[in-house]
């Protein structure tokens, strides 16, 4: 059971701070999370030694400052809390500036070009808008300080710093629209998110035995196993014991950090499950969706199992994805995205609602790319995960609505009224106004909308970011152009009006896994970006550049440097899975399946020998069929050999990428058809790999 006192006994929380700090240090430190003010030196000093004493009595001996490099995954450098005397003693010591600034080597993580190897310098800085919070396991205790990463040059080299930009780019516009609205209470607009994790798990002693899993999170070969998710039973199915110790383990880790984990269960396909939480601002949902997913590995080691959270680490059935639920609300608890019970009587609501229209249709490209990895790209549009075409779900009711704007006002709103099923003594139920469609990108569901295109382990950061910023914009159009109006509702009518007419192409709310939707969403215009590479130019498209620039997000520095790094990211990505591949061909499958054919010869031989009138046709049929498919295996393998050497000679990052996708990666699938063509023939004691039934199926 849940101890009520156990959530958040690792973080220092308000709580904390509010019963540890002075009444004007702890006051002071709110104004600059709740208001943005900037910090006072004085009053980091009296925090930092306050969160000192506070780690210390937890058993911390080390602090860390915690940041989220461009590489994906969180950083951390430990510093001890010691510092000597001259009696040869040490004493405990933090001081404001050790809590405010820290200096990792900025040209060791990937920059893009913003530092080069002898250009070092870099800086962590304190996010006091993200509590710290204590890391503990068998090798102790760390305080870790969440903070943003820059280079020397004042660039960002990390996933926090942007995302708090295009937190404040938000609220600048989006309290503009409050204040024409005659909101004049609320002072900051924060967005907020609730991330779904989708992961698999698996025993570990079979991870072990697969060189692919361990070096690229994905099986590189594997046929399928006799049974996949065609039942449908494993959705939502009973959760067996040592899966529901782990994740009662699990809980406990992620409520001592504060993170409110909800919610959880089994997903579609076998060994595959979902953790969700209860929606916080979206920086703090980041860094605890960061917090999430390394505590799924590092728990899951503890059960002797496994945590995948690659998006396609098995072929054949479903991947792994993470729902991005986001949504806007005041300072005071108003959520904007919230309809009301009669929604086309709430203006202010309309007006933030098509705001989000307008954003995702004029900037479908870049929700793209930051749903964009090469992991995502075996699932995007294969009738598992949306398509790679971005389009908005909204429901019958404001689909309605919507029309209703086009046509000179709304004047109604379609409700659900109760859903009786027909048994006597179950109590008739209120249904909901409007249906939810899986297939959608990007769908309304009540009160927020669910981003459904973001990859299970990529950081939440790049598509908030982007939501962000594109919805600011929008709404500092419409601010630009009400502020001016003379007559405030005629020219509200105009623009939502306007909105509707221009941009209803990207509302669609049909089967986003037909083809006739692709075909039709290819009269309407929208784009179809279909792989990682076609995505990452958009980074750098003019139209980019000044978006984020206007509301100083990115610069175009920072944007050409992701779109280095992103580019060298999945070259790299594709280079590594292409000499697994090569290794496990050459190591394992070839020896085995020669091993295999060589006691199929030796039998043939031992059966004519004893008895020539024998017959020996089922084996020499095997042998024929096994050497012919390890023959095409290992000329297949050379020809793979052959091009990644290629790959690695073509300079420019966009060409290798290109190169990469369309040249390497067949190869890789036609290797690996032969690989698994393999796998069905050879005796199974012979085969060096752990199965797919296996791997899904025993636990």
């Not at 209470?185 to 060189?211: A, C, H, M, N």
């Not at 009669?342 to 609501?349: C, L, R, S």
């Not at 046509?407 to 909901?432: A, H, M, R």
């Not at 498919?629 to 420019?652: C, M, N, P, Q």
Request: with cysteine; proline share 5%; hydrophobic share 40%.
């Amino acid at each position: 059971m849940l101890n009520m006192e156990l959530f958040g006994t690792n973080v220092f929380n308000d709580a904390v701070m509010k019963e540890r700090l002075p009444k004007n240090t702890y006051k002071a430190l709110r104004k600059t999370i709740d208001e943005g003010l900037a910090l006072d030196p004085a009053v980091a000093e009296v925090v930092a030694n306050a969160m000192k004493d506070w780690a210390i009595e937890k058993g911390a001996t080390h602090y860390t400052h915690w940041f989220q490099p461009m590489t994906g995954f969180t950083a951390e450098k430990h510093d001890s809390f010691i510092s000597p005397t001259a009696d040869g003693r040490v004493i405990m010591e933090f001081s404001g500036k050790e809590l405010i600034k820290g200096e990792p080597d900025a040209s060791s993580f990937p920059s893009g070009g913003i530092r080069v190897t002898f250009e070092a310098r870099g800086y962590t800085a304190w996010d006091a808008t993200s509590p710290a919070f204590l890391k503990e396991d068998e090798s102790g205790v760390v305080l870790c300080i969440p903070t943003a990463f820059c280079a020397y040059t004042g660039e960002a080299l990390d996933k926090k710093t942007p995302l708090l930009r295009s937190m404040e780019a938000l609220s600048k516009q989006a309290v503009r629209i409050l204040r024409l609205f005659g909101n004049t209470t609320s002072k900051r607009v924060i967005s907020t998110v609730g991330p779904e994790q989708e992961y698999f798990l698996i025993d570990k002693k079979f991870y072990e035995k697969r060189l692919d899993l361990m070096l690229t999170g994905r099986t590189l070969f594997g046929a399928p196993a006799p049974k996949g998710q065609e039942m449908e039973d494993h959705y939502f199915g009973s959760i067996n014991e040592r899966i529901s110790v782990f994740m009662k383990d699990l809980n406990t880790e992620l409520w001592k950090l504060g993170i409110p984990a909800k919610t959880q269960h089994k997903e579609v396909a076998p060994a595959q499950y979902e953790i969700a939480p209860i929606f916080e601002t979206s920086n703090i949902a980041t860094d605890h969706n960061q917090l999430v997913m390394d505590s799924l590995k590092k728990v899951a080691v503890r059960h002797g199992l496994v945590c995948l959270l690659h998006e396609k680490p098995f072929a054949g059935i479903n991947g792994s994805g993470k729902h991005n639920n986001w949504s806007m609300s005041t300072d005071d608890g108003l959520n904007l995205l919230d309809p009301g019970y009669t929604p086309h009587d709430n203006a202010q609501f309309l007006t933030f609602l098509m705001a989000v229209v307008k954003a995702v249709d004029e900037y479908a490209d870049l929700l793209r790319v930051a749903a964009a990895n090469p992991g995502n790209d075996h699932r995007l549009g294969a009738n598992e995960a949306p398509p790679a075409i971005v389009s908005i779900f909204l429901g019958e009711q404001l689909s309605d609505i919507m029309d209703q704007l086009g046509n000179g006002g709304p004047k109604s709103s379609i409700q659900g009224g109760p859903l009786t099923i027909g048994v006597t003594t179950l109590p008739p139920l209120p249904k909901d106004s409007t249906d939810r469609n899986r297939t959608s990108p990007f769908a309304f569901t009540g009160n927020k909308f669910e981003f459904r295109m973001v990859p299970s382990s990529l950081s939440i950061s790049g598509p908030n970011v982007v939501l962000n910023t594109i919805v600011a914009e929008i709404l500092s159009q419409i601010a630009d152009r009400l502020e001016q109006a003379v007559d405030f509702t005629t020219e509200l009518q105009a623009l939502l009006k306007e909105i509707v007419t221009q941009h209803k192409r990207i509302v669609f709310d049909g089967n986003n896994y037909s083809e006739e939707w692709v075909q039709e969403a290819e009269r309407r215009g929208l784009p179809n970006i279909r792989s990682t590479v076609e995505a990452i130019p958009v980074l750098i498209s003019d139209k980019a550049i000044t978006l984020y620039e206007k509301h100083g997000v990115l610069s175009r520095t920072e944007l050409h440097s992701r779109y280095e790094i992103f580019l060298e990211q999945y070259a790299k990505h594709i280079n590594i899975e292409a000499q697994t591949m090569i290794q496990i061909g050459k190591r394992q499958i070839l020896p085995a399946v020669v091993k295999y054919t060589t006691e199929l010869a030796q039998s043939i031989q031992m059966i004519k020998a004893v008895a020539s009138s024998m017959p020996a046709s089922a084996q020499e049929e095997t042998l024929k069929e096994v050497s012919w498919a390890l023959a095409s295996f290992k000329e297949k393998l050379g020809v793979l050999e052959r091009l990644t050497a290629e790959a690695k000679s073509i300079t420019d990052a966009y060409e290798q990428g290109v190169f990469y996708r369309d040249v390497v990666f067949t190869a890789m699938n036609a290797l690996r058809a032969d690989g698994d063509r393999l796998e069905a023939l050879v005796d199974a004691a012979c085969w060096p790999l752990p199965t797919y039934s296996e791997m899904l199926f025993i636990l």
